[in-house]
């Protein structure tokens, strides 16, 4: 049984009250509602069930990525690892189910504890949680856009997202590929900002801010592979995106976070 079959025995376990299946009119994707404290709870341990064991034989740092104009302009009130389900909301987004998963290391392979991981990324209409990011012709209210997670021991984190999708940036047609914001920070600082894009979409190859990774294997480290859960019934998928750090922040010797998530860094960008 892989890994992956294995992690989802264990949500199966955790959150065995489900919802009934919601399906939206404009979509095929189904997608399914969980109780959200269990969930939650659930994420950490599960999240160390998608490990790859052997990784980090040869590091090649994660490159830095604009931060783009559309990190949110406000927060949600919910800052949760679970993008799906807005507070105790029963109504969840629109999209295909992600389980974004991945470990934030050292350039020495050394995990990185207690650095906050942040994501941003478009919902299925192609807005952002950002004033001047959505789509004229209406956005998906249930998406929380932007999610958070500390990570523990094992530098894990883990998220609860859609597969991200295309939005076209131009009147002319022009579009930026399918991609989700990240950042780490630790004690205040911004340690990286980045972006991961889904390996072998079609619009990689035209997208200019992929293409400003000019180094064939950097831009090989920001390519995920969006996989199919052989566990789910529901068509849920999973995807590994492993970040590695050229420099961290210092830490107390206490072991406690000071400072917690540093500011946006406001570039401009998409």
Not at 32 to 44: D, E, H, I, K, V
Not at 53 to 65: C, D, N
Request: charged fraction near 20%; charge should be neutral; hydrophobic fraction near 35%.
């Amino acid at each position: 049984m892989t890994a992956i079959c294995v992690a989802f025995l264990v949500f199966d376990a955790v959150l065995s009250v489900k919802a009934p299946l919601m399906q939206s009119p404009s979509s095929s994707v189904v997608t399914s509602l969980t109780p959200r404290r269990s969930f939650l709870q659930a994420g950490t341990a599960a999240a160390a069930f998608f490990t790859v064991p052997g990784l980090f034989a040869e590091q090649l740092l994660t490159p830095a990525m604009t931060e783009g104009p559309f990190y949110p302009d406000k927060l949600p009130l919910d800052t949760d690892n679970d993008l799906l389900i807005l507070n105790d909301g029963i109504t969840p987004a629109v999209g295909e189910i992600t389980h974004l998963t991945g470990k934030v290391v050292s350039s020495t392979g050394e995990p990185i504890r207690n650095a906050f991981v942040e994501i941003w990324q478009v919902d299925h209409t192609g807005s952002y949680l950002h004033k001047d990011g959505r789509n004229p012709k209406g956005n998906d209210a249930n998406f929380q856009g932007y999610g958070r997670f500390l990570t523990d021991s094992t530098g894990e984190y883990y998220f609860r997202t859609i597969k991200p999708v295309r939005y076209e940036i131009s009147s002319g047609g022009s579009y930026r590929a399918p991609h989700i914001h990240v950042a780490v920070s630790q004690n205040g600082h911004r340690l990286l900002t980045t972006q991961l894009l889904i390996n072998g979409d079609p619009d990689n190859d035209q997208d200019g801010v992929l293409k400003s990774v000019r180094d064939p294997k950097l831009r090989e480290t920001i390519l995920v592979d969006f996989k199919s859960l052989p566990a789910s019934k529901i068509g849920e998928l999973s995807a590994r995106f492993e970040i590695v750090l050229g420099s961290t922040a210092v830490e107390g010797d206490d072991g406690k976070i000071r400072g917690g998530i540093a500011r946006p860094q406001q570039r401009r960008g998409r």
